[in-house]
């Protein structure tokens, strides 16, 4: 690669997340040729790098690098070419590297994507449920009460829910899940690329009682559909809710407030209020 097409710069380089073959050629030409790779794990990179053919120097790069070493990577950025990896996928997408991505911008250093595999979009297109809106939740958390607190956090949001997971937490995530959002559409995805992939759909409850003795192996993605959409209010729903936000506000505001509440177009409660309020 020539200086004019591979300047120096940070580069987020999205790896494969089982096929090294999906790696691209991009991709597969800045890892050879950075000066240094910044590695979640130097022994996950250094099986790619055998398999491209490539020797590049590697430092550990993860949660628990220390700002020290973040410092000392923008020294380098102003005339050196460094590439940073996950263990698979895309880098930052539940992993670490964001405050470097942060730092680097805040010191005017060139920051440069290598996009490629991301396990969140491939299970997403794979699990037959709306792909117009999602939200990538990560991992939840191992707690039950802290993870019961981040699922009615997000039971109300209407897009797919997409959620990474281990084997052994799959079957208390899945239940948690099932009891917090309630019987929605959902699929668990592993292994994605692999030999052995696997894409299992069903409600969320059959998922948890299929997984709740032992979970599968692999790298896990669940996928969770939107909520139903609300019912269309009636006369008499419309009525009792304004009626009662009219006691406490004014025909325009609890307008609003049940239009937004109801699912119904402002004009339509607005109207009712000002005829309920007698205007």
């Known amino acids: 690669m020539s200086d004019s097409t591979f300047p120096p710069g940070l580069y987020i380089v999205a790896t494969p997340i089982g096929n090294l073959s ?39 790069y993860h949660d628990h690098s220390d700002g020290t070493l973040r410092e000392r990577v923008l020294a380098d950025l102003g005339d050196k ?26 010191a005017g250093l060139a920051v440069h994507t290598v996009p490629g595999p991301s ?20 991992f939840l958390p191992a707690k039950a ?16 829910l997409i959620l990474y997971e281990s084997g052994p937490r799959l079957g208390a995530s899945l239940a948690a899940l099932a009891e917090g959002i309630g019987e929605r559409d959902a699929a668990v995805v592993r292994e994605i690329s692999k030999l052995h992939e696997e894409t ?54 609890a307008a609003a407030e049940v239009a937004e509440r109801l699912g119904i177009k402002k004009k339509r409660a607005y109207a009712r209020a000002l005829e309920r309020s007698g205007h």
């Open 22 to 60: 999906d790696l691209s050629p991009r991709a597969s030409d800045v890892l050879k040729n950075a000066d240094r790779i910044l590695a979640e794990d130097k022994r996950v990179t250094a099986k790619l790098l055998r398999h491209i053919g490539a020797d590049t120097p590697m430092t550990a």
């Open 81 to 106: 070419r460094i590439a940073l990896v996950s263990d698979a996928g895309t880098p930052l997408i539940s992993d670490p590297g964001y405050k470097l991505v942060r730092a680097a911008r805040a």
């Open 119 to 138: 396990a969140a979009i491939a299970a997403l297109t794979l699990a037959g449920l709306p792909t117009d809106r999602f939200l990538f939740v990560g």
């Open 145 to 160: 009460k802290a993870r019961a607190e981040v699922i009615a956090e997000i039971a109300p949001i209407r897009a797919s």
């Open 200 to 253: 299992v759909t069903g409600s969320l409850l059959q998922l948890a009682e299929r997984y709740a003795e032992t979970g599968p192996k692999g790298e896990i993605v669940i996928v969770v559909g939107p909520p139903a959409a609300p019912s269309e209010a009636t006369e008499d729903d419309l009525d009792a809710a304004i009626d009662e936000a009219l006691t406490r506000l004014s025909p325009s505001r």
